[in-house]
């Protein structure tokens, strides 16, 4: 019986390189000249440090280039909040990976409601959609790439 999985992973040697990419673009950078900017990661929670908050926004623009030229899709990052002390600014980026409960559940309700002949089941952080046809399983990835989530989707294990 054909299947696939519906995930969402993030290659994490590619965000390490783009994380040293962008590290090497603000020490080579003039206007961040003398000043203690960087991304640091830990965890899959990227801090940016700043001396201003502009130079925070600067700096999220040069990491979504580098993310953008290294295949790693940006809709999966998550922004707080930029914090303000007397000499440097933070701000905290997590980078969200694997499918939550709340929307492994809305993925199986989409997929219910488009009455095609495949089931869909939770497992872990990933959903599972098994069908007769590879054609109707085609149609389920067609569908959920139409659809907007707020999470890139990848679709893998597709068997046959």
């Given amino acids: 019986m054909p299947s696939f999985d519906v995930v969402?992973?993030?290659?994490?040697?590619?965000?390490?390189?783009?994380?040293?990419?962008?590290?090497?673009?603000?020490s080579n950078r003039f206007d961040f000249k003398g000043t203690n900017a960087k991304v640091e990661e830990k965890d899959c929670v990227l801090t940016m440090i700043g001396p201003a908050e502009f130079q925070i926004k600067q700096m999220v623009d040069i990491l979504h280039s580098k993310f953008s030229k290294r295949g790693i899709d940006i809709g999966c990052?998550?922004?707080d909040k930029?914090?303000?002390?007397?000499?440097?600014?933070?701000?905290?980026?997590t980078v969200?990976?694997?499918?939550d409960k709340d929307l492994a559940r809305k993925l199986v309700k989409l997929i219910k409601t488009t009455k095609l002949k495949v089931q869909?089941?939770?497992?872990?952080?990933?959903?599972?959609i098994n069908g007769k046809k590879r054609d109707d399983l085609q149609d389920a990835i067609a569908f959920l790439k139409e659809q907007d989530l707020g999470l890139p989707l990848q679709y893998t294990n597709f068997r046959d």
């Fill in 8 to 26: 969402s992973e993030i290659d994490t040697h590619e965000l390490a390189n783009a994380i040293d990419q962008t590290n090497r673009e603000i």
């Fill in 120 to 128: 869909s089941s939770i497992q872990g952080d990933q959903v599972r």
């Fill in 96 to 99: 969200r990976q694997g499918l």
């Fill in 82 to 93: 930029v914090e303000e002390s007397i000499h440097e600014c933070r701000q905290k980026i």
């Fill in 77 to 79: 990052l998550e922004y």
